[in-house]
């Protein structure tokens, strides 16, 4: 496939694509995708309105679909549906690649926090971890980050759950995280708020340059519930004591579990008045910082790590 040309910055905005640098040279009259699930038709030299890329199946929330560990890039769509809440992207890798893109009204997301749930209690740790490709010591893969590379495509089927093949594209590793390796038992999360029915659908985008390991993908979109608790008191300097005694109430705080108070497990949220977010409590990135808060209704208080709550207790 020769490389394309256009005359922006990205295909959803380009008005014509070009088989040259100096932008003379018009490509052929076709389909040109964007980011996998965009596509662009070129007809006469113009690129017509983009438009959503053919799925053959989209699934539905809750259900969790694996990669293969076959190199390629594996594009999926999920139907999240009409309604409002928090979209939740959750990922379970069996080792080290590149991670998953989150796509949704036109927006990448690929900002992952992450949480080490299999040891009890949990211990999470590290903070936000940006999608790079990943080539360090713990894994076999090799690049070279200036030269592309044509890998299969695949799109999923629901249908028939299999992947489905659909031809081939060129990719660049781009640039960033050589040497950087993330723990095999990282379970791997993006938030995203939907606050209007539609989109109804997000997109996930996984590019695995190597045929390393599986990764199981799932998403929810969960109603969030809203709580009346203390402010929020971060380690080190307060504990759990703290939050037990203080007087101080919040009602910003929200979370995203079946009961009316939060569960181990669960995750929780903070509306900050123009957008709501992972209630995050990462002082210093890496150092495992944990939040308090109590809920006077119950006098319990809850503990948590970067919005994961890791326990509730009674004061």
């Not at 679909?65 to 990922?91: A, D, E, F, H, K």
């Not at 927006?107 to 749930?117: E, G, L, N, P, R």
Request: hydrophobic content about 35%; some cysteine.
């Amino acid at each position: 496939m020769p490389t394309i040309y256009i005359d922006t910055d990205n295909l959803l905005t380009a008005t014509a694509a070009y088989l040259d640098s100096d932008l003379t040279t018009k490509a052929p009259d076709g389909y040109y995708r964007y980011d996998g699930v965009i596509y662009r038709e070129q007809s006469g030299g113009v690129l017509l309105p983009p438009a959503d890329c053919p799925y053959p199946q989209s699934i539905s929330t809750g259900v969790t679909v694996t990669t293969p560990p076959n190199l390629g890039v594996y594009y999926l769509r999920v139907n999240v549906g009409s309604g409002v809440g928090m979209i939740t992207l959750y990922v379970d890798r069996s080792t080290d690649f590149i991670l998953p893109k989150l796509i949704y009204d036109g927006i990448v997301y690929d900002d992952f926090y992450c949480a080490d749930t299999t040891t009890t209690p949990a211990t999470p740790y590290g903070g936000v971890w940006t999608n790079k490709p990943i080539a360090g010591p713990e894994t076999s893969c090799v690049y070279a980050a200036s030269i592309p590379k044509e890998l299969p495509q695949w799109q999923y089927d629901k249908n028939i759950a299999a992947w489905v093949d659909s031809g081939s594209e060129d990719r660049d590793w781009g640039v960033g995280g050589v040497t950087t390796s993330i723990r095999t038992a990282d379970k791997m999360s993006i938030h995203i708020y939907k606050y209007f029915e539609s989109p109804t659908y997000v997109y996930i985008e996984v590019a695995k340059y190597c045929s390393e390991g599986v990764m199981g993908l799932s998403v929810d979109l969960n109603t969030l519930t809203p709580l009346t608790t203390t402010v929020l008191f971060l380690t080190p300097t307060f504990t759990s004591l703290d939050a037990c005694s203080s007087t101080e109430y919040v009602n910003d705080f929200l979370h995203n579990g079946a009961g009316a108070d939060p569960a181990p497990g669960d995750f929780m949220y903070v509306d900050t008045g123009s957008n709501i977010e992972l209630l995050t409590t990462n002082l210093t990135p890496g150092f495992g910082d944990r939040g308090y808060i109590k809920i006077p209704a119950t006098n319990k208080v809850v503990e948590i790590y970067d919005g994961y709550v890791m326990s509730v207790t009674d004061c």
